[in-house]
């Protein structure tokens, strides 16, 4: 690793200091789990308990190390207002609005940026076209509303994702509370290889 990119620890200790106000206990669970564990971390807690600012570890990590990161959520409008809240992030990081990017099925703003914030089906389709789309330079994949992989017509879409993400891309999936996430985890593990940290919170 270059001497002038941070290590995961350092990095650890910058975001914390970055942030406006104590971390809730998940939020610190979940922060310290994303920048130890080595393929990833879900996070199960219920809506409004700020899941959002762990899902900006990710992000923040991916500038710091000059790395790729994704953004998906399973619903466009939800890709937009997400769009907004990781531009004004980036920019009180010090970084540039440009570095997040915004792609969608109708729009499309900043597609070469660092940071792209997708819907999930954006990134399937970059994993089944490698030709035009090389994953090399990708270091995470968060994917927010994760309790959608159990929607009947739309889970599909996540699951062959999970499938086709290079090993050596991280995960943060992001899930409202569900009843079987530690199922999940052994699923996970055993189908795809991917041993990810779980962290709740009711």
Request: with cysteine; glycine share 6%; proline share 4%.
């Amino acid at each position: 690793m270059p001497d002038n990119i941070p290590s995961r620890d350092d990095l650890a200790g910058l975001y914390l200091d970055s942030l406006p106000y104590e971390p809730y206990p998940v939020q610190e669970d979940a922060l310290l789990a994303w920048f130890t564990a080595e393929q990833g971390v879900m996070v199960c807690a219920p809506t409004g308990m700020g899941k959002t600012l762990i899902a900006e570890a990710a992000l923040f990590e991916a500038l710091h190390t000059r790395t790729v990161a994704y953004y998906t959520t399973p619903l466009i409008a939800l890709t937009e207002q997400k769009f907004r809240e990781m531009q004004d992030a980036a920019v009180r990081w010090g970084f540039s609005k440009d570095d997040i990017g915004l792609v969608t099925g109708n729009r499309c703003v900043n597609p070469e940026a660092r940071i792209l914030v997708v819907v999930a089906e954006i990134l399937l389709n970059r994993l089944l076209h490698t030709e035009a789309f090389d994953f090399a330079d990708v270091s995470a994949v968060v994917m927010d509303e994760f309790h959608s992989f159990n929607d009947f017509e739309r889970g599909v879409v996540w699951e062959l994702s999970l499938g086709l993400l290079p090993k050596h891309v991280r995960l943060l999936l992001l899930s409202a509370t569900v009843g079987n996430s530690a199922e999940f985890i052994v699923w996970l593990s055993r189908s795809h290889g991917r041993t990810v940290r779980l962290i709740q919170s009711s």
